[in-house]
């Protein structure tokens, strides 16, 4: 294992952390980040608990190999399905001067402060919602609020493909909308609890009534991580500041680049590699 570098690896499975990515960059731009996307075998929202944990795994002693003393999975399946095992069974094997973070603790932090109504929906892949991990961090915390989910398979897709700002995209985008709010009309405030779906603000917006909040996580996992970079001097410290970022990809680099540029508003020159 490279123990050389110092930088912050972001996971996803596929092109969402990508708005992960570039808010924590724009909050924390003096760090060094290695972004990776398992493209080539996304999408992980529908796939099983055991192969999720294991592409996951893969990717995170990866992003140690390349240096990353810190990582973000920047992919609510991820986190969801994979983040615990690693945290509690692999890094005390791995390394116990590196970290893991997920994504879904930070996004509900905040989330007893928006909702007056206190009952909240949370729109995410079919992996995501079985797991419940929303609804148990969310009870955790504020055991007083209510959580409805609802899976939304095909917005993932639907926004990879760049085909969310079609009529059919929006017909997907309302069906799903108005199932949720259909379970529980009393939802003040919904979570996107996908990396894509901010991409989908503008058409989830469109069906929504008036008073509904959009509760999306990329502000709350930038500004989390920076409050945990200023809660452990022992993890920053180690951290190299040359404002570099590295991009790797499991697809090819070309379809990689053209939907990068689309995420990110400018280009990006990625590296081709192989999990194992």
Same mark, same amino acid.
């Given at each position: 294992m490279n123990t050389s570098g110092g930088a912050i690896g972001i996971f996803d499975s596929g092109y969402g952390g990508l708005t992960i990515f570039n808010k924590i960059k724009q909050v924390l731009p003096l760090y060094n980040y290695v972004y990776m996307g398992d493209n080539a075998r996304a999408p992980y929202g529908s796939r099983s608990f055991e192969l999720v944990y294991r592409f996951t795994r893969q990717a995170v002693l990866r992003l140690f190999d390349?240096?990353?003393?810190?990582?973000?999975?920047?992919?609510?399946?991820?986190?969801?399905?994979?983040?615990?095992?690693?945290?509690?069974? $692999?890094?005390?094997?791995?390394?116990?001067?590196?970290?893991?973070?997920?994504?879904?603790?930070?996004?509900?932090?905040?989330? $007893?402060?928006?909702?007056?109504?206190?009952?909240?929906?949370?729109?995410?892949?079919?992996g995501t919602i079985s797991s419940e991990s929303y609804t148990i961090e969310i009870s955790n915390l504020f055991p007083h609020i209510h959580v409805t989910g609802e899976a939304c398979p095909m917005w993932v897709p639907l926004v990879e493909n760049n085909e969310f700002d079609t009529p059919g995209g929006d017909y997907f985008v309302k069906k799903h909308i108005d199932s949720i709010m259909a379970k529980d009309r009393q939802i003040d405030t919904l979570i996107l609890g996908c990396t894509?779906?901010?991409?989908?603000?503008?058409?989830i917006k469109r069906h929504l009534t008036s008073g509904v909040?959009?509760?999306?996580?990329?502000?709350?996992v930038a500004m989390s991580l920076k409050d945990?970079?200023?809660?452990?001097?022992?993890?920053?410290?180690?951290?190299?500041?040359?404002?570099?970022s590295r991009f790797l990809t499991t697809e090819s680099v070309d379809k990689f680049t053209e939907a990068a540029s689309f995420f990110l508003g400018c280009n990006v020159a990625a590296e081709q590699i192989t999990l194992e």
């Open positions: 390349e240096g990353c003393r810190l990582v973000i999975l920047g992919c609510n399946t991820a986190s969801a399905k994979a983040l615990r095992t690693i945290q509690q069974r $692999d890094l005390p094997m791995f390394d116990m001067t590196r970290r893991v973070l997920g994504v879904i603790r930070p996004t509900v932090e905040g989330i $007893d402060a928006i909702s007056r109504s206190k009952h909240v929906g949370v729109l995410g892949t079919a894509h779906y901010p991409l989908l603000i503008r058409q909040n959009l509760f999306s996580q990329e502000e709350c945990y970079l200023k809660r452990h001097p022992e993890i920053e410290k180690r951290l190299e500041k040359q404002s570099l």
